[in-house]
């Protein structure tokens, strides 16, 4: 509704083949993870490796959940396993990890990061294609950086419509130059990564360089 000329089409993570796109800005929203041992040799089907591929290249914006862990990015969980899709995006052109604040943050109000969220962890690569976007459950019910995920892939969408010309990777960068820092209480990079995202100055300039 407030992206009216996107069209949306929903996978499930178990479809196979490679995930096609159109012509135009393309978004993919992944509020998924897969899990493995470090270091694990991952043979990738077609679907994921077609998404990799894309982030990679600058072909789609990626919006990652970061997951639900409570750990850093790309470390193993308590249970030992890594999100491995995570690993595979990292430094990839067009790639989003979103995490979750408990709610939307304001200057006067600034907001916790949720308890349940990954953070960005110490790796400034991660650190700089990392977002966090409040996640408000007891509104709605929902909690989980999954929730965190659709929110970011709507704000590009957004960019999208009024920056037509511009590609992936710069509506992916748009949204992490644009972050706020003053609206999260005790900002730091290796939990916020570039801070929380701002639909209003993503879309204040003129043009996208």
Do not use: C
């Not at 979750?100 to 690569?125: E, F, V």
């Amino acid at each position: 509704m407030i992206a009216p000329a996107a069209r949306f089409r929903a996978d499930d993570f178990n479809t196979s083949g490679q995930v096609a796109l159109n012509r135009g800005l393309n978004v993919l929203n992944l509020s998924y993870g897969m899990y493995a041992t470090p270091n694990a040799a991952i043979r990738w089907g077609s679907q994921e490796q077609s998404i990799i591929n894309y982030a990679t290249n600058g072909n789609a914006v990626i919006s990652k959940a970061a997951g639900n862990d409570a750990v850093a990015v790309n470390t193993a969980n308590s249970a030992g396993v890594v999100d491995a899709l995570n690993v595979a995006l990292r430094g990839t052109k067009s790639a989003i990890y979103v995490g979750a604040l408990s709610r939307n943050g304001t200057t006067a109000s600034p907001a916790q990061m949720a308890s349940y969220s990954n953070i960005a962890g110490a790796d400034t690569t991660v650190q700089n294609q990392f977002l966090v976007v409040g996640v408000e459950g007891n509104k709605t019910g929902l909690y989980g950086t999954s929730f965190a995920a659709p929110i970011i892939s709507g704000y590009a969408a957004i960019v999208g419509s009024k920056f037509t010309a511009a590609n992936s990777t710069q509506i992916a960068n748009q949204l992490l130059n644009t972050a706020r820092k003053d609206t999260i209480a005790n900002y730091n990079a290796q939990v916020h990564g570039r801070g929380e995202a701002s639909i209003t100055r993503a879309l204040s300039p003129v043009s996208i360089k």
